[in-house]
């Protein structure tokens, strides 16, 4: 495995382990507690890796309307299931313009 290129099955773990306990966190600590800021901000920057990492070939962004949410998402959806998962959760759509450039924007949403 490759430091720079992690296993694609190994990032959706880590996203989905990480999504987990910053969604227990909510439940137990404020929103704008250190730990949860610090798990919501690790969630995005792993998925910000497997983006750039497997992006548009293995995964992509697409805008998910039917979330529950006050802002708009993207989710991160599989081009095919990897363990199991079809996805690797959402991914607000400020952030994403915010952390990628217009290229890998246009690149990476269908």
């Known amino acids: 495995m490759e430091l720079l290129k992690p296993a ?9 382990a990480v999504n987990r306990a910053w969604k227990e966190a909510q439940k137990l ?9 610090s798990l919501r901000d690790l969630k995005t920057d792993l998925q910000i890796r ?17 979330a529950e949410s006050d802002e708009p998402l993207y989710g991160l959806l599989l081009v095919e299931p990897v363990d199991q998962s079809t996805n ?7 952030v ?8 890998e924007l246009e690149a990476f949403v269908k």
């Open 8 to 16: 694609l099955g190994q990032l959706i773990q880590e996203i989905t």
């Open 96 to 103: 994403a313009q915010a952390r990628l450039s217009p290229k």
């Open 50 to 66: 497997l983006l750039r990492s497997y992006a548009p070939q293995k995964v992509y962004l697409v805008e998910d309307t039917t």
């Open 29 to 37: 600590f404020e929103f704008s507690s250190p730990l949860t800021i």
């Open 88 to 94: 690797a959760a959402h991914l607000p759509v400020r």
